[in-house]
């Protein structure tokens, strides 16, 4: 068997960060809404049910990290998965969590 030990690290720390980001509880909320829709700052807001300040830490941290990404109409930002790995994660986890959960256009 022929291994690429340095691609197989990288991947690994990618996953690694994913998890990280998935294990808060709020985060996953956020990841979890986004899933069917991007959405705007005020509707994550009210879904996740956090202070705008708190809410914008998670949001950067995301953000930073390459998991979302973010659009602007006018004054109005809106959040959207950006990441295919973290897409596919959360189908699974969406799908046994999450799907009765949300409606689409919340």
């Known amino acids: 068997m022929n ?3 340095e691609k197989l690290e990288e991947n690994v ?3 690694s960060r994913l998890l990280k980001a998935l294990s808060n509880e709020k985060r996953l909320m956020i990841i979890c809404s986004l899933y069917e829709q ?5 509707d994550i807001e009210k879904l996740v049910n956090l202070s705008q300040s708190a809410l914008s830490q998670h949001l950067a941290r995301l953000r930073r990290d390459g998991f979302v990404k973010t659009r602007r109409d006018a004054q109005t930002i809106y959040y959207s998965l950006n990441d ?3 897409r596919s ?3 699974c986890l969406y799908n046994y969590y999450c799907k009765d959960c949300l409606s689409k256009g919340c």
């Open 3 to 5: 291994v690429d030990f």
């Open 13 to 15: 720390k990618a996953a």
């Open 38 to 42: 991007e959405l705007c700052v005020g």
């Open 84 to 86: 295919p790995a973290t």
């Open 89 to 91: 994660v959360l189908e």
